[in-house]
């Protein structure tokens, strides 16, 4: 069953920038990740402390292996001391469909 992740975390004032410094690297190594569909990290544009994390994986399994791969301890570890506050969301997507269409709704 495809895995939809939503993430919004907390940075501490002002940590914003030395976390830019090396969430690229998780990001690039998370795509390469088996299993992996999408996965983007993206800066609060109404201010400096809020991060949106979009992940979508194939399976739940691809998950759990992903949170113990060595790149995103490694993350983890080095975001961890700046964060404020984490919220995570994990959805079925099953039931995602995919059109060409314009959305009527």
Known sequence: ????????????PGKREELLKFVQENVDKTRQEEGNIEYSHFPSMENDQDMFVFE????????NAHIKAPHYLEFARK???????????????????????????
């Open 56 to 63: 979508m994986w194939e399976t739940i399994e691809a998950v």
């Open 79 to 105: 975001r961890k001391p700046m964060m404020e506050s984490y919220d995570y969301k994990t959805f079925d997507a099953s039931i995602i469909r995919q059109g060409d269409h314009i959305a009527t709704w």
């Open 1 to 12: 069953m495809p895995v939809v992740i939503r993430v919004k975390y907390r940075m501490m």
